[in-house]
């Protein structure tokens, strides 16, 4: 699929920098240039990869057919790409700008013959332009797994080093592919944003149209580093092009390596399919932390209050036990003999996965699922909640808050228990620990009652505040660390308050 762009057209070709060019000199004026001069980089001139090589590289499509560029996966829920591929004009990607794509934009990932069924597909959901070159973050819907990520290189490459050039656009005999190319190059020289390269004997080509955005990297064993992003190219030896010169330029990733890490933050702790906690092992979210504890039992705790259980398996006196997500979507945590003793019932979703998202649940999602894109087929309910609880509502197991220096956990052995944040110290508890799955509600009574699972109402409950006579009140988990109810009407600063855990700092 070619991408849309203006070529040079026969003027330019033919002003003064030409014989710059043809010299292969890539300096900071001849690279500006090539900006104004040459096509938008769009498909690799060089040998069909082999199945599985350079997985990283994707095949983007934007408008359901309408213009067709390369990226490179960074890690499972993010690409890097080119800016033009987005702008009305590819010749100006300083039009794009963040968020949603304006058209539907999809990427084709680990896929080298587009005709198979490897790798993944997702679509962008948010681009991040960087403001002074032709490179975008994009964010997919959801995380693609069984792909290595290209590594991001942290310095730039020298004139005459040889680097690696992949893409999914024309060759120099097929105008639409739909395999996976790519062929070595040579750096001709950089300037504070941009790359610049030219074709390597016994190669007569770099890249042409389609391969927008593909990775130039350099092989380090089997690890590729990403160097830059294809953004402009003369396109000499592609299908259908009568230009000679082979130059091209890409947008430098190397100076720009801790940007793309900010910009690219995964905002849930993933475990793929496959995947496996052993003993001791902790997958690390946010906030939370699940780890498997080296007796057998599963645990989710908060990062500043470690003795707290959010949320557990229950299945200790296991030891060495470990946790699988299992590759039919089954996240099933087995002894260390292999028989399993717990598991999520969510088997029957092939290439299902295990995210600890930033909110604290717990999820399994199917294939194509995840946060922004639905399909949750198991949840923990170990959610986050505000820090004032109105009156009438109830806060379930596994249900936790946190103010500045606090936190508030109703944990799953049925104890309300308050955490400082600076060293995990046990501040206040209800010492109702004997009521595994139990829950407390701040009642429309003014009440604070704690109750076993399956009981409420004014039945059964192991704790109360007594502040019964206070219709309206409400509770607050303060900056300050303390615990308080507050009389309708009241608050921080306004007074009412008509109990409180004495905890504040």
Same mark, same amino acid.
């Given at each position: 699929?070619?991408?849309?762009?203006?070529?040079?057209?026969?003027?330019?070709?033919?002003?003064?920098?030409?014989?710059?060019?043809?010299?292969?000199?890539?300096?900071?004026?001849?690279?500006?240039?090539?900006?104004?001069?040459?096509?938008?980089?769009?498909?690799?001139?060089?040998?069909?990869?082999?199945?599985?090589?350079?997985?990283?590289?994707?095949?983007?499509?934007?408008?359901?057919?309408?213009?067709?560029?390369?990226?490179? !996966? %960074?890690?499972?829920?993010?690409?890097?790409?080119?800016?033009?591929?987005?702008?009305?004009?590819?010749?100006?990607?300083?039009?794009?700008?963040?968020?949603?794509?304006?058209?539907?934009?999809?990427?084709?990932?680990?896929?080298?013959?587009?005709?198979?069924?490897?790798?993944?597909?997702?679509?962008?959901?948010?681009?991040?332009?960087?403001?002074?070159?032709?490179?975008?973050?994009?964010? !997919?819907?959801?995380?693609?797994?069984? %792909?290595?990520?290209?590594?991001?290189?942290?310095?730039?490459?020298?004139?005459?080093?040889?680097?690696?050039?992949?893409?999914?656009?024309?060759?120099? &005999?097929?105008?639409?592919?739909?395999?996976?190319?790519?062929?070595?190059?040579?750096?001709?020289?950089?300037?504070?944003?941009?790359?610049?390269?030219?074709?390597?004997?016994?190669?007569?080509? &770099?890249?042409?149209?389609?391969?927008?955005?593909?990775?130039?990297?350099?092989?380090?064993?089997?690890?590729?580093?990403?160097?830059?992003?294809?953004?402009?190219?003369?396109?000499?030896?592609?299908?259908?092009?009568?230009?000679?010169?082979?130059?091209?330029?890409?947008?430098?990733?190397?100076?720009?390596?801790?940007?793309?890490?900010?910009?690219?933050?995964?905002?849930?702790? !993933?475990?793929?399919?496959?995947?496996?906690?052993?003993?001791?092992? &902790?997958?690390?979210?946010?906030?939370?932390?699940?780890?498997?504890?080296?007796?057998?039992?599963?645990?989710?705790?908060?990062?500043?209050?470690?003795?707290?259980?959010?949320?557990?398996?229950?299945?200790?006196?296991?030891?060495?036990?470990?946790?699988?997500?299992?590759?039919?979507?089954?996240?099933?945590?087995?002894?260390?003999?292999?028989?399993?003793?717990?598991?999520?019932?969510?088997?029957?979703?092939?290439?299902?996965?295990?995210?600890?998202?930033?909110?604290?649940?717990?999820?399994?999602?199917? *294939?194509?699922?995840?946060?922004?894109?639905?399909?949750?087929?198991?949840?923990?309910?170990?959610?986050?909640?505000?820090?004032?609880?109105?009156?009438?509502?109830?806060?379930?197991?596994?249900?936790?808050?946190?103010?500045?220096?606090?936190? !508030?956990?109703?944990?799953?052995?049925?104890?309300?228990?308050?955490?400082?944040?600076?060293?995990?110290?046990?501040?206040?508890?209800?010492?109702?620990?004997?009521?595994?799955?139990?829950?407390?509600?701040?009642?429309?009574?003014?009440?604070?009652?704690?109750?076993?699972?399956?009981?409420?109402?004014?039945?059964?409950?192991?704790?109360?505040?007594?502040?019964?006579?206070?219709?309206?009140?409400?509770?607050?988990?303060?900056?300050?660390?303390?615990?308080?109810?507050?009389? *309708?009407?009241?608050?921080?600063?306004?007074?009412?308050?008509?109990?409180?855990?004495?905890?504040?700092?």
């Amino acid at each position: 699929m070619r991408a849309e762009g203006r070529g040079p057209s026969a003027a330019r070709t033919r002003r003064g920098p030409r014989a710059v060019w043809i010299n292969g000199l890539l300096t900071a004026a001849v690279a500006g240039v090539l900006a104004l001069g040459a096509a938008p980089a769009h498909a690799v001139v060089g040998d069909p990869v082999a199945d599985g090589g350079y997985a990283f590289t994707a095949k983007l499509d934007i408008g359901d057919g309408k213009r067709g560029c390369s990226a490179a !996966l %960074i890690n499972p829920t993010h690409v890097v790409t080119a800016a033009g591929c987005f702008a009305a004009d590819p010749a100006d990607p300083s039009t794009v700008t963040a968020g949603k794509p304006k058209e539907k934009a999809v990427i084709t990932v680990g896929r080298t013959d587009l005709s198979g069924q490897a790798g993944g597909v997702a679509e962008v959901i948010e681009i991040k332009p960087r403001a002074d070159r032709d490179l975008v973050v994009a964010r !997919l819907a959801h995380p693609v797994f069984g %792909i290595t990520p290209v590594t991001l290189a942290t310095a730039a490459p020298a004139p005459g080093d040889t680097l690696r050039v992949a893409g999914y656009g024309r060759t120099g &005999t097929e105008w639409a592919p739909t395999r996976l190319h790519s062929t070595a190059v040579t750096v001709t020289g950089a300037t504070a944003t941009t790359v610049g390269f030219a074709a390597k004997a016994p190669s007569t080509g &770099t890249i042409c149209k389609g391969d927008t955005g593909g990775p130039l990297f350099r092989e380090n064993g089997s690890t590729a580093v990403l160097a830059g992003v294809h953004s402009r190219a003369w396109a000499g030896g592609c299908f259908g092009s009568t230009e000679a010169r082979t130059d091209a330029v890409d947008a430098r990733a190397d100076d720009i390596r801790q940007w793309i890490l900010d910009n690219s933050a995964v905002d849930q702790a !993933l475990l793929g399919p496959g995947a496996r906690l052993t003993a001791g092992q &902790t997958l690390a979210g946010r906030d939370l932390r699940l780890t498997m504890q080296p007796g057998g039992d599963l645990t989710l705790t908060h990062k500043n209050a470690p003795a707290g259980v959010i949320w557990a398996t229950g299945t200790g006196g296991n030891a060495g036990a470990y946790l699988e997500m299992q590759p039919d979507g089954n996240l099933v945590l087995s002894t260390a003999g292999g028989q399993p003793i717990w598991h999520s019932a969510t088997w029957g979703n092939p290439g299902g996965y295990l995210s600890l998202q930033d909110d604290g649940n717990l999820v399994v999602y199917k *294939k194509d699922g995840g946060p922004l894109a639905g399909g949750s087929v198991w949840g923990s309910g170990s959610t986050r909640i505000g820090t004032t609880i109105g009156s009438g509502q109830p806060v379930w197991s596994g249900q936790w808050t946190e103010s500045a220096s606090s936190v !508030l956990i109703m944990q799953r052995d049925g104890n309300v228990a308050l955490y400082r944040k600076s060293d995990g110290a046990h501040q206040w508890s209800t010492g109702t620990y004997a009521s595994p799955f139990g829950y407390f509600v701040m009642q429309s009574d003014g009440n604070l009652v704690v109750y076993p699972a399956g009981q409420g109402g004014g039945v059964g409950a192991v704790w109360a505040s007594g502040t019964f006579w206070s219709p309206g009140a409400f509770l607050k988990l303060q900056d300050d660390g303390n615990l308080v109810i507050y009389g *309708k009407g009241g608050g921080e600063g306004v007074g009412g308050a008509i109990w409180a855990t004495g905890t504040h700092a």
